[in-house]
T-cell receptor, first 116, second 112 residues
Framework: AQTVTQSQPEMSVQEAETVTLSCTYD???????LFWYKQPPSRQMILVIR??????QNATENRFSVNFQKAAKSFSLKISDSQLGDAAMYFCAYRSPSNSGYALNFGKGTSLLVTP | DVKVTQSSRYLVKRTGEKVFLECVQDMDHENMFWYRQDPGLGLRLIYFSYDVKMKEKGDIPEGYSVSREKKERFSLILESASTNQTSMYLC???????????FGQGTRLTVV
């Protein structure tokens, strides 16, 4: 089974600053999909950004961008101009198109604290 | 705008009880999932279903079963609840591999 590792249990950033959350994964496949989900205190999981492995260009969504390094099996999330509302748990996830049902494999999460 | 609905937000049950957690989605998705979320362990897949009456075990199926009689509804069953099943349970649904998975609000289950 593919494993996803988030090595930072907690991170802290000041408002308006930039922070990068790390994610590595282990797979023998060449075709797969990567996701970052955000879980605020409301518990609602929200998709932040996604990346297709066959696309070399890094995905961006407004203040959120990824650094996808396929050879290194690394998928980090950069949050620019951090806002108080960015405080949440962030989960990195892997999905293989060869798995029935397309289940997501999640990392253990990184808790992001945003300070004024 | 609700897409995935879990029947309870909080639930308290006694050891040995049979517990049903219900999940309904209104997006006509083929795939539905049950995850368990514990601090420091992330989300772990319990069971999933890719069609009506079809189900597959995830990473931690022991002590759980599921039922999917209709496309929109996926139930998680704890046959005999135990204290080590106290956790947050999240239901999700999706279609293809690149599509967004939509999650319910979670059920925080406490077994006493």
């Amino acid at each position: 089974a593919q494993t996803v590792t988030q090595s930072q249990p907690e991170m802290s950033v000041q408002e308006a600053e930039t922070v990068t959350l790390s994610c590595t994964y282990d797979t023998s496949e060449s075709d797969y999909y990567l996701f970052w989900y955000k879980q605020p205190p409301s518990r609602q999981m929200i998709l932040v950004i996604r990346q297709e492995a066959y696309k070399q260009q890094n995905a961006t969504e407004n203040r959120f961008s990824v650094n996808f390094q396929k050879a290194a099996k690394s998928f980090s999330l950069k949050i620019s101009d951090s806002q108080l509302g960015d405080a949440a748990m962030y989960f990195c996830a892997y999905r293989s198109p060869s798995n029935s049902g397309y289940a997501l494999n999640f990392g253990k999460g990184t808790s992001l604290l945003v300070t004024p | 705008d609700v897409k995935v609905t879990q029947s309870s937000r909080y639930l308290v049950k006694r050891t040995g009880e049979k517990v049903f957690l219900e999940c309904v989605q209104d997006m006509d998705h083929e795939n539905m999932f049950w995850y368990r979320q514990d601090p420091g362990l992330g989300l772990r897949l319990i069971y999933f279903s890719y069609d009506v009456k079809m189900k597959e075990k995830g990473d931690i199926p022991e002590g759980y079963s599921v039922s999917r009689e209709k496309k929109e509804r996926f139930s998680l069953i704890l046959e005999s609840a135990s204290t080590n099943q106290t956790s947050m349970y999240l239901c999700a649904s999706s279609t293809g591999p690149y599509t967004e998975a939509f999650f319910g609000q979670g059920t925080r289950l406490t077994v006493v």
